[in-house]
């Protein structure tokens, strides 16, 4: 049923010991060296975590009021630019960044914390990190990259959860990123540390959280608004938000705002799934103080 050629899916390969597919490392050299400024804000994730809720909602925090043509014909993607993606028919994610016009930029990446260009901790930039509980993050993975051209293809349920315990996925283990970025908080105290979870739960408390994070004294009725803007529902049907515009997904396959929800892995584990993944769990995560919940 599927109108993308299998032909055209990327091959997966290792890179600096992360798993990767070269739309990701074709621009290397620019992305390493890749200049950033003081007041640029950082949101980093891995893939499905979030990303362009919390990208939506810092770029509403900032250009709501002052860029309302911004948020009618600017795709979100556009307006934060993927800092390593090198896709077809587009321009770079850096060349996107070096030449957006707003402050502060907003910018975009998935790269482990180990692979985020120097001059972002050099000029101790803000950094977002959005983290999100293993086994929905997991299953939103999947329904992805059966959508998109530009990552393998996920192969069944079965053999992607396997690929994702392995950390065979492109951005490497999510083990490692989540837990990566939280013990980078400890020593570099301008990054925030949110939870898909908690923007589910409360939405609006996190964006007040958010804003205290950015120094930003937003009145409690313009964050009411943006809390209403950034709904599933509002941005699902938003044009700029829904990705409806990104010609590289097949959403009759699935849609990019899926189902935007927390315990969603219910419907997808098997209990035989659900017990070999929570033993694989505990000993990747029993060094680290970093807690997720997976229902609310
Ligand atoms: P699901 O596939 O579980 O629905 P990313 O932006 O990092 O690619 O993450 C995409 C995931 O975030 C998808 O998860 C998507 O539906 C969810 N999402 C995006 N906007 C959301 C919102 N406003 N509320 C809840 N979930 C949202």
Same mark, same amino acid.
């Given at each position: 049923?599927?109108? +993308? %050629?299998?032909?055209?899916?990327?091959? =997966?390969?290792?890179?600096?010991?992360?798993?990767? /597919?070269?739309?990701?490392?074709?621009?290397?050299?620019?992305?390493?060296?890749?200049?950033?400024?003081?007041?640029?804000?950082?949101?980093?994730?891995?893939?499905? !975590?979030?990303?362009?809720?919390?990208?939506?909602? =810092?770029?509403?925090?900032?250009?709501?009021?002052?860029?309302?043509?911004?948020?009618?014909?600017?795709?979100?993607?556009?307006?934060?630019?993927?800092?390593?993606?090198?896709?077809?028919?587009?321009?770079?994610?850096?060349?996107?960044?070096? $030449?957006?016009? @707003?402050?502060?930029?907003?910018?975009?990446?998935?790269?482990?914390?180990?692979?985020?260009? $120097?001059?972002?901790?050099?000029?101790?930039? $803000?950094?977002?990190? /959005?983290?999100?509980?293993?086994?929905?993050? !997991?299953?939103?993975?999947? #329904?992805? !990259?059966?959508?998109?051209?530009?990552?393998?293809?996920?192969? @069944?349920?079965?053999?992607?959860?396997?690929?994702?315990?392995?950390?065979?996925?492109?951005?490497?283990?999510?083990?490692?990123?989540?837990?990566?970025?939280?013990?980078?908080?400890?020593?570099?105290?301008? =990054?925030?540390?949110?939870?898909?979870?908690? *923007? /589910?739960?409360?939405?609006?408390?996190?964006?007040?959280?958010?804003?205290?994070?950015?120094?930003?004294?937003?009145? !409690?009725?313009?964050?009411?608004?943006?809390? $209403?803007?950034?709904?599933?529902?509002? *941005? %699902?049907?938003?044009?700029?938000?829904? #990705?409806?515009?990104?010609?590289?997904?097949?959403?009759?396959?699935?849609?990019? +705002?899926? %189902?935007? %929800?927390?315990?969603?892995?219910?419907? #997808?584990?098997?209990?035989?799934?659900?017990?070999?993944?929570?033993?694989?769990?505990?000993?990747?995560?029993?060094?680290?103080?970093?807690?997720?919940?997976?229902?609310?």
């Amino acid at each position: 049923t599927s109108s +993308m %050629k299998p032909t055209c899916r990327p091959e =997966l390969f290792d890179f600096e010991g992360i798993s990767m /597919v070269h739309y990701f490392t074709d621009n290397w050299e620019k992305v390493q060296k890749f200049q950033a400024r003081p007041n640029d804000i950082l949101i980093a994730t891995y893939p499905k !975590a979030g990303t362009t809720w919390v990208s939506y909602i =810092l770029d509403l925090l900032y250009f709501h009021n002052s860029a309302p043509e911004r948020q009618t014909s600017l795709p979100i993607f556009v307006r934060v630019p993927f800092l390593e993606a090198v896709f077809p028919e587009m321009p770079t994610g850096v060349d996107l960044a070096d $030449k957006l016009p @707003n402050t502060p930029r907003l910018i975009k990446t998935h790269l482990p914390v180990q692979l985020v260009p $120097k001059s972002f901790w050099e000029q101790n930039c $803000k950094v977002v990190y /959005v983290a999100r509980n293993a086994k929905d993050n !997991a299953v939103s993975y999947f #329904h992805f !990259a059966r959508m998109i051209n530009l990552l393998p293809e996920p192969g @069944n349920w079965n053999t992607f959860l396997q690929s994702f315990m392995d950390g065979k996925l492109v951005s490497g283990p999510w083990y490692d990123h989540v837990t990566g970025y939280w013990e980078k908080k400890q020593t570099y105290s301008n =990054l925030h540390y949110m939870f898909f979870e908690d *923007m /589910v739960a409360n939405t609006e408390h996190e964006l007040e959280q958010l804003c205290s994070f950015l120094g930003l004294s937003t009145p !409690a009725e313009e964050r009411e608004r943006i809390t $209403k803007c950034v709904h599933f529902d509002v *941005m %699902k049907q938003n044009n700029m938000t829904n #990705h409806s515009s990104f010609s590289h997904m097949d959403f009759k396959i699935s849609p990019f +705002m899926r %189902k935007g %929800k927390v315990g969603d892995w219910k419907n #997808h584990f098997t209990v035989a799934q659900n017990e070999r993944f929570d033993e694989h769990y505990w000993q990747k995560m029993k060094n680290t103080t970093l807690q997720f919940h997976t229902e609310i």
